[in-house]
């Protein structure tokens, strides 16, 4: 097959208005009628908006927050754009030629892979060799037409997980968390043109450090040049030795298809027929080595034990629940905790837009090392106005306290030494923060409406009180699995009671004594 561009090639899956399907060249994203990403995997989709995210970063950045927001106002202007992305359409070809986009500049040597294992949830080649494919079948996925192995090269480089010896993980580790500003609704108009949404997730120039470079080169794009490869331990690529919108083009692992090999039939990802599906790749290890990076599009949190740096965010079993909301929308810093929501997030905030309703849109994948245990996606409600985060913060206070609280009690219960108890309780934290998920967002919605807010705050309290006295009694007192010492489970409900209601008094001994300093 022959190179084809990224760039002005109908090749991205989209929706348009009238809910019909279709392929998009990015070249033509002011298109009015395209209202969403198609993609049939839900990494792909995330994929294929940080791609055209990265497009518009790299070139159509505005300069400063005025003319942000005149394009708001105006529109995208289809001749504007396409000029913009013609100056860096020479990075964006995708086939055999060199250089070819997020590929190795040079031949890979080594035995040729499925190219299957572009995607992170099909089994290796030692877990089929030891039959362990129990639920992600080996021979689902063997060929991939070249729009999607385009689109899933893009999201193993962005999500690239620990790979084995000398297999990096991507700049902002494996399986980070990217969390984009969501339109819901634009003059009460929820079909609202994909631009537009995206253009929420643009920053001007000047209030993202991200200056639009004079020339695209290898700077910008690694597949441009020979990778720099990081066999010894001082071989790592930081901000300062390439340019910064190379976070958005981040390539961390050597990868070359074979567009030699290629077969007719149907796409296993899309279902689309294709003269020149692929079937194979080669990987080498040692690739780009990314050190010190922080993405646009990911928020941080520094290490709960001290130490220098910032980690990214990454999903967890139980994924986002709403004790992180608040540390993914503004700057969260506690005695315990130090959290900074993505730059985009942040920058957005600043921001005055009327008639618009917005939202988060949280998503990545849960990786133990290789494997993935789970896709995680939320949807978080609308960002908040400033006074309202002292309220909300003290709700989430207290839910941990709570939790505390249940978790120490049901060992009790369950355990002649609760101190000495061994096991897995993560599921009474998963449990517990998705199912008082409710009381939280109603919480949100009448501070919103101008309730009161010691009265709203109080209420809270109680209702989590009574959630973990009704978890603790249904997990003790009914659960057929567990030998119950009746004794024992009466003493460890007493206890939970008198530290749920001590907790409750001390804060409002505390009120008092503020309100009598007042």
């Known amino acids: 097959m022959e ?4 760039i002005t090639s109908p090749w991205l899956p989209v929706r348009f208005r009238d809910g019909s399907l279709g392929k998009l060249a990015p070249a033509y994203l002011a298109d009015e009628r395209v209202v969403d990403i198609a993609a049939t995997r839900a990494d792909l989709h995330g994929a294929a908006w940080q791609f055209l995210l990265g497009l518009l970063q790299s070139s ?29 359409e020479h990075a964006f070809q995708f086939g055999p030629e060199t250089p070819a986009f997020m590929q190795d500049f040079e031949t890979l040597p080594g035995d040729k892979s499925a190219i299957a294992l572009v995607l992170p949830d099909i089994p290796g080649e030692q877990t089929k060799k030891l039959n362990k494919d129990l639920f992600i079948k080996q021979g689902v996925t063997e060929r ?42 634009y003059k009460n108009n929820r079909q609202t043109p994909l631009w537009r949404k995206l253009w929420l997730n643009v920053m001007p120039q000047d209030a993202s450090g991200l200056p639009l470079p004079e020339t695209f080169d290898v700077s910008v ?4 040049a020979a990778t720099r490869t990081s066999e010894q331990k001082d071989g790592v690529t930081t901000d300062l030795q390439v340019n910064r919108l190379q976070a958005y083009w981040g390539m961390p692992r050597r990868v070359r298809f074979d567009f030699i090999t290629t077969e007719t039939g149907t796409c296993d990802i899309c279902a ?16 780009v080595n990314y050190e010190g990076w922080r993405h646009p599009l990911t928020p941080y949190r520094k290490p709960l ?3 220098e740096g910032w980690f990214s965010v990454k999903p967890q079993p139980g994924g986002l629940v709403w004790r992180d909301w608040l540390g993914l929308i503004q700057n969260n810093q506690s005695e315990n905790n130090d959290e900074s929501p993505a730059q985009v997030v942040s920058v957005f905030n600043g921001h005055s837009l009327e008639d618009t309703k917005v939202g988060l849109w949280g998503f990545g994948y849960d990786f133990d090392n290789m494997k993935v245990r789970c896709w995680y996606e939320h949807h978080l409600p609308q960002l908040l106005t400033e006074n309202l985060i002292p309220d909300l913060r003290k709700a989430v206070q207290t839910a941990s306290h709570t939790l505390s609280a249940l978790r120490s009690a049901l060992k009790e219960a369950w355990f002649s030494d609760a101190k000495g108890a061994r096991g897995d309780f993560s599921f009474v934290d998963i449990d517990f923060w998705h199912l008082t998920q409710s009381d939280f967002l109603k919480l949100v919605y009448e501070l919103e409406s101008g309730a009161d807010h010691d009265e709203k705050i109080s209420e809270c309290r109680r209702s989590l009180a009574r959630f ?3 978890y603790f009694d249904d997990h003790v007192f009914t659960n057929p699995y567990v030998n119950t010492d009746l004794k024992r489970c009466m003493a460890a409900r007493k206890r939970l009671i008198i530290s749920l209601a001590g907790k409750q008094n001390a804060k409002a001994s505390k009120t008092k004594k503020q309100e009598a300093a007042e």
Request: hydrophobic letters at 40%.
């Open 3 to 6: 190179n084809f561009s990224l």
């Open 60 to 88: 159509f950045a505005p300069k400063n927050r005025a003319r942000w927001e005149d394009i708001w106002l105006d529109g995208l202007d289809d001749k504007a754009l396409q000029s913009a992305f013609s100056r860096l």
């Open 144 to 185: 991939i037409c070249p729009h999607c192995a385009a689109l899933a090269l893009f999201s193993l480089q962005l999500n690239a997980p620990a790979g084995g010896k000398g297999y990096r993980t991507g700049l902002r580790g494996g399986g980070p968390m990217t969390t984009l500003i969501e339109l819901q609704e």
């Open 221 to 224: 794009f690694p597949w441009l």
């Open 272 to 287: 689309s027929s294709s003269d020149e599906l692929l079937r194979y790749m080669t990987t080498k290890n040692y690739g």
């Open 305 to 307: 034990k001290g130490g």
């Open 468 to 470: 973990a006295r009704r």
